[in-house]
């Protein structure tokens, strides 16, 4: 995560949190933080690094495990139109599937 134009500019809710710094001074969004996991992602010691999610703030690095099945509803052989979507994806698909992380869940673990 880091402060760009899109985290402070575009989303004005994420400023404040944006430009925090530890009371070290070091700046946990700085996109620089970004460069050491891209070379070692381009590097050779990654060849064998694929398909992984990352995420990265000031001193931390995540790994996801994304595209992993969580719920599934069928529609009994017939293609969903978007009326039988409203009224299924709420009820049936997402149900019981922990929320996403927000910027303020995120920012916590690194502040």
Do not use: C
């Not at 039988?84 to 502040?111: C, D, H, T, Y």
Request: no cysteine; glycine share 8%; proline share 6%.
């Amino acid at each position: 995560m880091a402060r760009t134009r899109l985290t402070v500019d575009a989303t004005p809710r994420t400023a404040g949190i944006m430009l925090k710094k530890y009371s070290t001074g070091f700046d946990v969004f700085d996109p620089a933080h970004f460069a050491p996991l891209i070379v070692y992602l381009a590097s050779d010691e990654a060849r064998r690094v694929n398909g992984e999610v990352f995420r990265t703030a000031g001193d931390k690095v995540w790994v996801y495990r994304g595209w992993h099945s969580l719920n599934r509803i069928d529609n009994d052989g017939t293609p969903f139109t978007p009326k039988q979507l409203a009224e299924r994806v709420k009820s049936e698909l997402l149900k019981g599937i922990p929320p996403k992380e927000g910027i303020q869940g995120v920012a916590s673990e690194v502040l």
